[in-house]
């Protein structure tokens, strides 16, 4: 209970910021003779749902730039002092609000994020990202880690033989990793239902279908078609002779992989990194952190859903031979998406930050700041693993040392610790994708 408290207390500490600023916020206002006023913001904006009213609210023309989609243009070529009210959706699918009074040069901006909203797109980064690791510890570290036969010594008993042994008591192992799994695909599917209703709130609109049509909602409609594609290969596979096989066809695998990286590459396609100048770049650097943080993290959880399990009708020998072949397969993957993770995330950095102060002095630094000290824990607890839990599991697998045999349970402690240490290092996530870059 008390972990639950300090996790609640963590979250709405992290989320607090989130409120207190808005994506496309405006840097400038000027004229232009003969078109009108120009608002300038700091990101694209959407002419979907673009509103711009007096303070008697009466409609003015109003449109994005056809050369600067940072720029919205008022059709008035009247006094540029004139009060104002606007509302816009932003490209990476944040409502900005605010107006401009005559009597004031200053400009009252007020975000529209509610959190509802944030909740839901939280709920959809967190469940494709499990997905992704559900499908990378199943297909790339069980499957394999049977298939050669795991870690064993020397004139031990024949692969056929802990096959078998390990066949039949996967079989657990593989319910729980099937329940996971569609617990995540229907968390998944409600938050990609509530979204567009949250977004749709915050825009006082019911028009889904223009929604539909920003760059937000198409990527929204492909993370929909991955996770309904991923679900009916899983759906088959369930319903097929393979379903409690560990090493079932790879076909499966694909299918689904592929569809629920489209999807998580769709979350960087609308992010933060669609909006700066290299938005190419930055998207494909963003979709990869997003497959490797899935594959490490997500599939962590798997492990700690699955090993145990397998493990419980296994003798002792053939426990710890199974868990050694897993966690050394599962370890190679890691120190891959771990590399992957540092380098596209310093990338990342650098380009979101114009200077090392804007860790200190915005909210979207402290943010950056915190995910960078959550990820320096689990970078220290996964170097942890490696170096010392890891060799002594092996050498207990070939029976080199007696006193090694309790590495499995340290590990499985371990690796819980890295988990809840991941379930705050996403919520700093969900926050740093809902403040603007400085």
């Known amino acids: 209970m008390r972990a639950r408290i300090w996790l609640g207390f963590a979250i709405v500490l992290l989320a607090a910021p989130a409120t207190a600023t808005a994506h496309a916020s405006l840097q400038g206002v000027g004229t232009s003779p003969g078109v009108g006023i120009r608002l300038s913001f700091s990101s694209p904006v959407e002419s979907a749902f673009l509103r711009v009213t007096d303070f008697d ?55 529209r994020r509610s959190v509802g909203s944030i909740a839901a797109d939280a709920i ?21 880690a049977w298939r050669t036969g795991g870690t064993r010594p020397p004139g031990s008993s024949s692969t056929e033989h802990w096959q078998r042994a390990v066949d039949q008591s996967l079989g657990r192992g593989l319910t729980a990793w099937w329940r996971t799994w569609w617990s995540l695909v229907a968390a998944a599917a409600a938050g990609l239902v509530l979204a567009p209703i949250g977004l749709l709130a915050e825009l006082d609109s019911s028009d889904l279908g223009a929604l539909v049509g920003t760059r937000w909602g198409i990527a929204w409609l492909v993370q929909a078609a991955g996770l309904a594609i991923a679900a009916a290969a899983a759906l088959a596979l369930g319903r097929s002779s393979h379903r409690a096989e560990p090493d079932p066809p790879r076909g499966w695998g694909y299918a689904a992989g592929i569809a629920l990286g489209v999807a998580a590459a769709a979350i960087a396609w609308s992010g933060h990194a669609s909006s700066g100048t290299d938005a190419a770049i930055g998207i494909g650097i963003d979709a990869v952190h997003l497959w490797a943080t899935g594959i490490w993290l997500g599939g962590l959880a798997a492990l700690l859903a699955i090993v145990p399990h397998a493990q419980r009708g296994l003798e002792d020998a053939d426990a710890t031979r199974f868990n050694a072949a ?69 050498r207990a697998a070939l ?40």
């Open 57 to 111: 609210e009466r409609h003015l023309a109003a449109s994005v730039d056809p050369d600067d989609d940072q720029t919205i243009i008022i059709g008035l070529a009247q006094d540029p002092r004139l009060n104002l009210r606007w509302r816009a959706l932003s490209r990476d699918g944040h409502v900005t609000e605010g107006r401009l009074e005559a009597t004031t040069p200053e400009v009252f901006e007020t975000p």
């Open 124 to 144: 959809v980064f967190a469940s494709l990202l499990g997905l992704i690791g559900l499908l990378a510890v199943r297909f790339v570290v069980v499957a394999p």
């Open 399 to 438: 029976g080199l040392r007696s006193t090694d045999a309790g590495a499995g349970h340290a590990l499985r402690i371990s690796v819980a610790a890295e988990i809840a240490m991941a379930v705050v290092l996403l919520v700093v996530v969900g926050v740093l994708v809902n403040l603007s870059p400085p």
């Open 326 to 394: 897993v966690v050394v397969r599962f370890s190679a993957v890691a120190i891959v998406c771990v590399g992957t993770l540092v380098v596209t995330g310093v990338y990342r950095a650098i380009a979101e930050l114009t200077n090392v102060d804007d860790l200190i002095d915005t909210g979207y630094g402290q943010g950056l700041l915190v995910k960078l000290i959550i990820f320096a824990a689990l970078l220290i607890g996964g170097v942890y693993n490696r170096l010392v839990l890891h060799p002594r599991l092996e």
